[in-house]
């Protein structure tokens, strides 16, 4: 059944993907599924979960977007798979689909990998396309690009700090054009926050410090008594928890406790507050037009949150991997209708949200009564919902036999 599917809407979306520069957007998420027991093909597996802290029993949704917001091939993967792996098979399935002469690919930045970068390339090249993308680059890979920042800073700074608003600028990484985009609001809540938690371990430094340097001079105080290893121990798992132990440096193999404070790396990261880093092989696009075509991916996250909330597709009760594409396949075209629903009321432009329309129309009643041996029937709809059907352009249920 999903390839029946799949080819229909290949049909019904063609006029609109068979362009010469079609811009799709791609991304993945987990959805939540229960069961213990284990197949030999299971999809349920364990990993970091975007629905809750931690890890949980999973499996993973990929899907792929058009830059009108339209929801165009979705994928089912292990709820451990690694992101950066799922990037090429969807791509693959996606040209199969349709008959594109030109794709820009957008994708968020768990799916950025030098691989990745090379298979779509090389993808390019074998099957004779213009195949570009659009790569945020991830927070944890940040620290190959100090010297770049450290030269490119001072220019996004102080053009931003003269306009009010965002900075743009591009130079070059590993060969590849880099976009850089700095938001001086962003960056100052990214510095305030981290200079709050180094103040927070140093209180916490020097008040363990100090409880030694007390004990040492005979005032134990209460508690336990510690040691120098203790007092590591504890401040090293305080910078864990903070997510700073590129900055402050526990000495864990020195005899006696002792902290420092890199100043150079602490220099470094500030640089990149309020950075957004994006690594593509558009040549022809101005870097503004670059970030803010990233920045549109955010639509997709609105409809995986639609998937969750609105459509509930989670938790699942599923078990065989094919019961569970099935599922995932369901509400993939449920979120299909949704955002088609979504695209007609702005056309419209209705005051109706498409939570607010579906509410509303799911008080339209059809009667069924037998009065006298004979059986009238009808359906009862209220001006809002006839003024919907018509934004809609639904021809609304038969109202035939129904008294006003």
């Known amino acids: 059944h999903r390839e029946a599917v799949e080819k229909a809407s290949a049909g019904l979306l063609k006029p609109l993907l068979d362009q010469e520069l079609s811009v799709v957007f791609y991304d993945i998420t987990t959805v939540r599924i229960h069961g213990e027991k284990e197949l030999g093909d299971d999809l349920r597996q364990y990993g970091h979960s975007k629905d809750v802290a931690g890890t949980a029993r999973q499996f993973a949704l990929g899907v792929v977007q058009t830059a009108d917001g339209l929801p165009i091939a979705h994928e089912v993967f292990e709820g451990n798979v690694a992101e950066a792996k799922t990037l090429a098979p969807m791509l693959r399935r996606l040209l199969k689909r349709y008959q594109l002469q030109r794709v820009v690919v957008v994708a968020d930045r768990g799916l950025l990998s030098l691989d990745n970068v090379d298979t779509l390339e090389a993808l390019a090249a074998d099957e004779g396309l213009a195949i570009d993308y ?230 339209v009643q059809r009667h069924a009564v037998e009065i006298n041996g004979e059986a009238h029937t009808g359906v009862s709809i209220s001006p809002e919902q006839r003024q919907l059907f018509q934004e809609l352009e639904v021809k609304p249920p038969s109202q035939a036999n129904v008294s006003a």
């Open 134 to 363: 659009i790569l945020a680059v991830p927070g944890r890979r940040y620290a190959e690009f100090t010297d770049v920042m450290a030269e490119l800073h001072p220019r996004l700074a102080d053009a931003a700090e003269q306009s009010g608003k965002e900075s743009v600028t591009e130079t070059t990484w590993q060969g590849r054009r880099l976009v850089v985009a700095h938001n001086p609001e962003r960056a100052r809540e990214q510095t305030r926050a981290r200079r709050r938690k180094i103040e927070r371990i140093e209180q916490i430094g020097e008040a363990l410090a100090q409880r030694l340097d007390n004990q040492d001079a005979g005032r134990p105080g209460r508690g336990r008594r510690s040691t120098d290893r203790s007092a590591h121990r504890r401040f090293h798992q305080t910078v864990l928890r903070h997510q700073m132990s590129s900055i402050v440096k526990a000495d864990l193999g020195a005899e006696q406790f002792r902290y420092d404070i890199d100043d150079e790396a602490w220099t470094a990261a500030e640089r990149l507050d309020g950075k957004l880093l994006l690594v593509t092989s558009l040549e022809a696009w101005d870097a503004q037009a670059i970030v803010e075509r990233y920045r549109s991916l955010a639509d997709i996250e609105r409809g995986f949150r639609a998937l969750k909330s609105t459509l509930d597709i989670a938790p699942v009760y599923h078990r065989l991997p094919e019961r569970i594409r099935a599922h995932a396949l369901i509400c993939f075209l449920a979120l299909v209708l949704y955002r088609v629903l979504r695209m007609r009321l702005k056309a419209k432009d209705s005051a109706f949200s498409v939570e607010r329309a579906l509410e509303a129309l799911e008080t």
